[in-house]
């Protein structure tokens, strides 16, 4: 009895919850829609009137995708996107999570001053290191190359993912620490024998953040990558399609959901790590 109850009274908020989630799910129904009608419907009906009569999935309704992929160069900005993201995320992490180990268990002078320092970079604008940076990359010849844009994207996202997995590696047993030690364990032994298998799930977490923010990046891209068209991301892509063809809503969508839906695997795949992810170091003991 005690159970109905406990059910009943978060009935409202689970309908809630329900009702948030129809509506960010809405638009994305709408795209997906979209993205598989032809020119003429598009122009005359809106997505929804596909369910007043029976969906007809021909031939043509993967034209659009085809056109985007084989006529526009979706196809070579999603592996330009794959080049770009998988390093941009995989260098990050991996430094972030020697530095979170460093902050959080070795001692060394400094180390409460450094970890300050590396936080507070959360708060600087991305738009006063462009110029510096680009003058850099000027001289180095970095401009415009696979590199180049590695290196910013590892600079910008370093500090958030030190913190985060500083916070979940803080919060880990002293006594594992204690043991390793006791049994003559080095720091490189304790960090790939113990930090990194129980810090799965922050890990997991700071994947998902910087793989969404960079694959979805615009504006590191557009000022260290520029106009260079054999490196462009979707991101650019779609930007670029949305000035050359405003008007075909067809295409756009398409190319958008293009673009979501590596993004979209990437979370799903990782949603069972994400929550104890995100909460890592909310609650110790």
Do not use: C
Not at 22 to 34: E, K
């Amino acid at each position: 009895m005690a159970g109905l109850m406990r059910t009943l009274s978060r009935g409202p908020l689970h309908v809630v919850i329900i009702i948030l989630a129809l509506a960010w799910m809405l638009p994305t129904a709408g795209l997906l829609i979209t993205s598989f009608r032809t020119p003429q419907d598009v122009a005359h009906s809106g997505w929804w009137t596909v369910f007043e009569h029976p969906f007809n999935f021909t031939r043509y309704s993967l034209e659009n995708y085809r056109a985007v992929i084989e006529k526009s160069g979706m196809g070579q900005a999603f592996l330009n996107s794959l080049k770009i993201t998988i390093p941009g995320t995989i260098i990050p992490v991996m430094l972030a999570a020697f530095a979170a180990y460093a902050f959080a268990w070795m001692k060394f002078p400094g180390r409460k001053t450094l970890f300050l320092i590396v936080v507070a970079l959360l708060v600087v604008p991305l738009q006063m290191t462009f110029i510096p940076i680009l003058t850099i990359f000027k001289q180095l010849r970095l401009g415009g190359t696979l590199p180049g844009i590695w290196l910013a994207h590892t600079g910008y996202g370093l500090p958030l993912t030190v913190y985060l997995l500083h916070n979940f590696i803080a919060g880990l047993p002293s006594e594992l620490f204690d043991s390793a030690s006791i049994d003559g364990a080095s720091s490189l032994q304790v960090f790939f024998r113990l930090v990194l298998p129980l810090s799965v799930p922050a890990i997991a977490s700071v994947i998902i953040f910087q793989f969404l923010w960079v694959w979805n990046d615009l504006l590191v891209a557009l000022m260290y990558l520029g106009g260079t068209p054999d490196v462009a991301p979707v991101t650019l892509k779609v930007a670029n399609l949305v000035g050359s063809r405003g008007q075909d809503w067809e295409l756009l969508t398409a190319a958008a959901f293009v673009s979501m839906a590596l993004p979209l695997i990437v979370f799903f795949s990782l949603q069972r790590y994400f929550v104890r992810g995100i909460l890592a170091g909310s609650v110790k003991g």
